[in-house]
């Protein structure tokens, strides 16, 4: 319990500190490479430790998934870590781990997974990606101007279905932002680190809007409780399922 409010304390701190501050990073001109942001904003040593978020995602995905699926393949997998959870709480289950850092594969190799290189912005199709029971594409479709089409690639490349996560731009913080004047900042280094958002209410739109008709969306994250009775307001993330038959 003391844990528990312990780190209640620090995420209340980073959120107000959130509401008026600006990233410490330096900011920059020149663009981060992105195998160098795995040594900026994941240092070795933390790159088998998940975070809050990142455990709540991977508990959410391992008690959604379909009876029956046997493999899962992670699209931007970064070092591989939810993946391994996701297959740490799934026995039986094999993962594939596609990301462009070669930095980051190593690390996903090390964990004991197979890691395939993958550029979503040359290959927004994925044309090297092996057809899979289910993927993953968690904290990535914000990153990139084709979601629509990547989304659509990981769903015809899936025979059970999609998870995917993208923070929540209508939480609390982000809001009070706004009300100060700023816009949200989620990013390390560069503003157009995120170039795509999404509030609860405009992630069931733009689902819709896209002709997915088997979705369900799952906030999580956030203030606990308030995040259940208002999540477009309380919940920090939003996870989505798409189901297919």
């Known amino acids: 319990m003391f844990r528990s409010l312990k780190l209640g304390q620090y995420r209340l701190r980073q959120w107000i500190r959130g509401i008026y501050a600006y990233p410490t990073k330096t900011l920059s001109t020149e663009p981060l490479a992105y195998d160098d942001y795995w040594d900026t904003k994941r240092p070795r040593s933390a790159q088998i430790v998940l975070s809050p978020m990142e455990r709540a995602r991977a508990e959410l995905i391992a008690r959604s998934m379909p009876d029956g699926v046997r493999s ?9 870590t939810v993946l391994h959870e996701i297959l740490r709480l799934c026995p039986g289950l094999e993962g594939v781990a596609y990301d462009s850092s070669v930095r980051a594969r190593r690390a996903a190799e090390e964990l004991g997974l197979r890691a395939i290189p993958l550029d979503l912005r040359a290959d927004p199709s994925l044309s090297s990606v092996i057809p899979a029971d289910v993927f ?3 904290e990535v479709l914000e990153h990139i101007p084709d979601a629509e089409q990547v989304l659509a690639a990981v769903v015809a490349k899936s025979t059970r279905g999609v998870f995917f996560s993208v923070p929540n731009t209508g939480f609390f913080m982000h809001r009070f932002r706004l009300l100060f004047g700023k816009v ?28 997915y008709k088997q979705f369900s969306v799952m906030p999580y994250g956030g203030v606990p409780l308030l995040n259940m009775v208002w999540p477009n307001l309380f919940a920090e993330g939003t996870l ?4 297919k038959n």
């Open 72 to 80: 899962i393949g992670d699209i931007g997998s970064g070092p591989g």
């Open 136 to 138: 993953i594409i968690l």
């Open 184 to 211: 949200p900042a989620q990013w390390i280094h560069m503003p157009n680190e995120h170039l795509r958002f999404w509030t609860i209410v405009d992630m069931r739109w733009w689902l819709n809007a896209q002709g």
């Open 240 to 243: 989505v399922t798409i189901e």
